[in-house]
């Protein structure tokens, strides 16, 4: 937290710099702030025959109990600092940043770019889309067309729409791709199996636990959040799909090339919380187990982009019409 040096031997394992960012922000006690904004307000109420404060004073008596608060900060009373982890991965070309809220995410990609002078991108559902529809060699507007439209015509009933609530403020996004990614693989993995042939020849095993949330593409029903050891197998997660939500959070446990992972996936931004790496074995030295554990986190990332891969490669051919019918077939069989 207090650590303000960069140090090659502490910072820098196996082409990766591995650092943090600090952010140190003022959070006013809004209890507090209730109690000077109350008496600032009896203190103007006295002044009126009648006892009761006007609406005027109502609003300066909260200006005055802010600035009163604002003073009080002013010493460093109420600074709260959060700590979030970076690794820049030169080899991969990624940033990991330790963070799934946008105000931290934020701060951290300004800061990146000020510090580096280099461009930084978000990895979203959208955007891994669009770089492997260009590296198949499809021509862009062609993607586009291929790509959009999608999520609602998979479930629920009504004119098919690419539109989704979480998407409203930027049409153009093809990030609502990761919801559609989710429920192929929730069909994939009932369906036929939980393993899948990648692309490099190895093969991973999943399964969703623990937690799946679904949520209303068109922000009527609401949201559900299911806790179980196979969540996508309750009978409400089903009900819900067949409604029309589309899963946004799943946890995963993933396997590949004998290394097991757990995880939660969010589905837009592909963003991954509470992961769970492999434990090395054996007795390792403290460099060795930074070494071990980057390198885990290296193989969980190329197999999550490659179970992707999977998805999109199906996504781009002629045969995503037959797997859209075999999805509706599940559901309405279910």
């Known amino acids: ?9 502490k910072n820098v394992v196996d082409d990766a710099l591995h650092l943090a960012i600090r952010i140190d922000a003022d959070k006013l006690p809004g209890s507090l702030l209730r109690a000077y904004t ?7 109420a006295q002044m009126n025959p009648s006892g009761i404060a006007t609406k005027a004073q109502r609003a300066e008596a909260k200006e005055a109990a802010k600035a009163r608060l604002e003073g009080e900060a002013a010493d460093g009373r109420f600074e709260r600092k959060s700590h979030t982890p970076i690794l820049w991965d030169a080899r991969g070309g990624v940033v990991y940043i330790g963070a799934t809220t946008n105000s931290v995410l934020d701060r951290a990609v300004a800061l990146f770019r000020e510090t580096f002078d280099r461009p930084l991108e978000p990895i979203t559902a959208g955007e891994l889309a669009r770089s492997a529809a260009a590296a198949a060699g499809f021509d862009p507007d062609r993607a586009m067309a291929m790509l959009e439209g999608g999520p609602l015509r998979l479930v629920g009933s009504g004119e098919a729409s690419s539109a989704v609530a979480w998407n409203e403020n930027d049409p153009s996004s ?17 369906n036929d199996g939980e393993t899948l042939l990648l692309s490099d020849g190895s093969e991973a095993t999943l399964m969703l636990a623990r937690t799946l949330t679904l949520d209303c593409p068109r922000g009527e029903t609401g949201r559900d959040q299911l806790t179980d050891c196979s969540p996508a197998r309750l009978p409400e997660a089903l009900r819900a799909l067949q409604s029309g939500k589309l899963p946004r959070k799943a946890g995963l446990i993933l396997v590949r090339q004998g290394a097991q992972f757990e995880l939660t996936l969010q589905a837009e931004t592909l963003a991954v919380s509470n992961a769970s790496l492999p434990k090395p074995e054996g007795k390792q030295s403290p460099h060795e187990a930074r070494i071990a554990r980057l390198e885990s986190l290296r193989h969980l990332s190329q197999t999550l982009d490659l179970v992707f891969e999977s998805y999109l490669t199906r996504r781009l051919s002629t045969h995503w019409n037959d797997e859209l019918g075999r999805i509706h077939r599940w559901l309405q069989a279910a």
């Open 174 to 190: 093809l990030d609502a791709l990761g919801n559609e990614f989710l429920v192929w693989l929730w069909h994939r993995l009932q």
């Open 38 to 44: 109350q008496i600032e307000i009896e203190a103007r």
């Open 1 to 9: 937290m207090l650590d303000t040096t960069i140090d090659y031997a």
